[in-house]
């Protein structure tokens, strides 16, 4: 006999990016410009290290070397920072206002 199946409705949250600001000046990254993608952290706690794991967005190749220099300076026994550039895609979204008479 075949299984009954029906149809049911379900949600999912889920978090994405809608903005993005320069780690190093805080200015804005406009959606669809290029940046860079900088990862950057340590192994000297082993395992452990997975908390010293920075994500970090830059504008600019200004923005770029004065990031690189900053972690230069930082001390630690080991270092690794990997640097990405590509295209900023942020989730495109409509802010709902309290109120809204429209319909
Ligand atoms: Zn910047």
């Avoid at 200004?62 to 270092?79: D, P, Q």
């Avoid at 295209?87 to 109120?99: C, G, M, V």
């Amino acid at each position: 006999m075949p299984r009954k199946r029906i149809k049911r409705f379900i949600q999912v949250m889920e978090t994405v990016d809608v903005s993005a600001h320069c780690d190093v000046c805080k200015t804005q990254i406009i959606n669809g410009t290029e940046y860079y993608r900088v990862t950057r952290g340590h192994r000297d706690y082993g395992n452990d290290s997975i908390d010293a794991i920075e994500y970090k967005d830059i504008c600019s190749d200004v923005c770029l070397h004065e990031e690189i220099l900053a972690y230069g300076n930082e001390v630690s026994n080991t270092k690794f920072i990997n640097i990405e550039k590509d295209t900023l895609e942020l989730h495109q979204y409509i802010e709902l206002k309290p109120n809204n008479s429209e319909v």
